[in-house]
């Protein structure tokens, strides 16, 4: 469908001393209340690129936001700076529980949003907060995690979960390794998850972004890869967000 005119409305909410602002993408031609999905970005912070990959989802009749977990107008340029601004939230897997979770009841408080038929996306240390939205069984209907961290917090021991979830992996992915993958299959088993995951071969970290070109790091860009997968979202959000539950 056409979304019409792209409206971006910047929505401000803190979490302890943070504060933070996020972008809530809508059309004039999708009916409000909508149902919206969360897009959690990658360890550079909220960036224009990811904006614009948010964009899609109007097209397919969503709402989009497009979270800031950092703090307004915090982002990163190098590695040693996405590094610095990931660290925390890795080290101290509750508190970034508790800040998704406040993001969540932020959307879910708007009045442009279904706060019934929310989901959520992410991207590299995103799709990490994704699944750890599912481990928290958080008030969404799917998760979709794209070339993510996938260990569990230290010591977690699986809990029931009612979120649908969806993983795509690149096969070459350093930063996830086939123990990593295997592990989570048997993780969100055992949490009684409505699971699916897809693995590409010959696809490597962030696979997703377009501007993604480091080989010698294992990070590229894998238009093949990307196609496929924004492919299945289409489907699975549809599951998630349109078909009866």
């Known amino acids: 469908m056409k979304p019409g005119l792209v409206i971006s409305t910047p929505v401000e909410y803190r979490h302890g001393s943070a504060v933070m602002e996020g972008l809530l993408l809508h059309g004039d031609m999708i009916p409000e209340p909508a149902p919206t999905v969360l897009v959690c970005h990658g360890a550079e912070g909220r960036s224009d690129v990811l904006v614009q990959m948010s964009v899609r989802l109007l097209r397919w009749g969503y709402q989009a936001f497009v979270m800031d977990l950092y703090g307004k107008g915090v ?122 995951l897809h693995a590409f071969g010959h696809t490597y970290h962030s696979f997703m972004a377009e501007q993604a070109d480091s080989p010698e790091l294992g990070i590229r860009y894998s238009r093949r890869s990307a196609e496929r997968a924004w492919w299945s979202l289409e489907r699975f959000l549809a599951e998630c967000l349109r078909d009866p539950s």
């Open 75 to 196: 982002t990163g340029s190098t590695a040693e700076e996405f590094d610095a601004l990931m660290r925390p939230f890795l080290q101290d897997r509750a508190m970034l529980a508790d800040r998704l979770s406040t993001v969540v009841a932020t959307v879910a408080g708007l009045p442009q949003v279904d706060a019934s038929r929310l989901a959520a996306i992410g991207f590299c240390f995103g799709g990490l907060c994704v699944l750890d939205l599912a481990r928290h069984d958080a008030a969404v209907r799917g998760v979709a995690s794209f070339h993510g961290v996938l260990t569990p917090p230290p010591g977690w021991t699986p809990r029931p979960t009612s979120c649908k979830v969806a993983v795509y992996h690149g096969w070459e992915d350093p930063f996830a390794r086939p123990d990593d993958v295997t592990a989570l299959a048997a993780e969100l088993t055992a949490a009684g998850a409505d699971w699916q």
